[in-house]
């Protein structure tokens, strides 16, 4: 089974600075098989990337996944204060089908 | 206005048993895979499980902490999802979300319920 690492646990920021959070992989992974989700207090997780680096739907362009093989990244250019939420990656596993989760990565107001 | 929502959280002894429902619209429910997702207490997230659509002969999938104890079922007539809960454990305590892969990629989810709270303790 793949195990996802996120780094750092928590990212202290302020407004309008740039976030990199970081997702390494235990195995290699199809970058089309990773995502990044954000989740913010009291709600469901809201997916932001997949395929590695193609933002969904409504997503601002602040937002960009980067990365293969073992090492992706998630990136925000410009912290908004909306911004400061937890963000998980999460990746799926073929031999047997399953999906997997990182520990996530807090990013907080500094 | 695609929706999921998800009932049936409570909270039941260890060892008991709980079945969740989720309602679906919005979109057509028997073309999709579903799964659930769950969250503990101040925890990350863990993907509990998935069921296939007819065309895949509504097969499962499940995360090892839950096989054997878990079933993930359907009813499209209904547009509902299940997740039946046995022999239920503490560590079982969590937020369970509904979820929905996009239609031909199944590497993630892009639709999420609210959530419902499962509570197992004494």
């Known amino acids: 089974e793949i195990v996802l690492t996120q780094s750092p646990g928590t990212l202290s920021l302020s407004p309008g600075e740039r976030a990199t959070l970081s997702c390494r992989a235990s195995q290699s992974v199809s970058s089309r098989y990773l995502a990044w989700y954000q989740q913010k207090p009291g709600q469901a997780p809201r997916l932001l990337i997949c395929?590695?680096?193609r933002r969904a739907t409504g997503i601002p362009d602040r937002f960009s996944g980067s990365g293969s093989g073992t090492d992706f990244t998630l990136t925000i250019s410009r912290l908004e204060p909306e911004d400061f939420a937890v963000y998980y990656c999460?990746?799926?596993?073929?031999?047997?089908?399953?999906?997997?989760f990182g520990g996530g990565t807090k990013v907080e107001i500094k | 206005e695609v929706q999921l929502e998800e009932s049936g959280g409570d909270l039941v002894h260890p060892g008991g048993s709980l079945r969740l429902s989720c309602a679906a619209s919005g979109f057509t429910f028997s073309d999709y895979y579903m799964d659930w997702v769950r969250q503990a207490p101040g925890k990350g997230l863990e993907w509990v499980g998935r069921?296939?659509?007819?065309?895949?002969?509504?097969?499962?999938e499940y995360a090892a902490s839950v096989k054997g104890r878990f079933t993930i079922s359907r009813n499209d007539s209904k547009n509902f999802l299940y997740l039946e809960m046995n022999s239920l454990r503490t560590e079982d305590t969590s937020v369970y979300y509904c979820?929905?892969?996009?239609?031909?990629?199944?590497?993630?989810?892009?639709?999420w319920g609210k959530g419902t709270t499962v509570t197992v303790s004494s």
């Open positions: 395929g590695a680096s």
């Open positions: 999460q990746q799926y596993g073929t031999s047997p089908p399953s999906l997997t």
């Open positions: 979820t929905r892969p996009p239609l031909g990629t199944y590497y993630y989810m892009d639709v």
């Open positions: 069921i296939r659509n007819k065309a895949n002969s509504f097969s499962t």
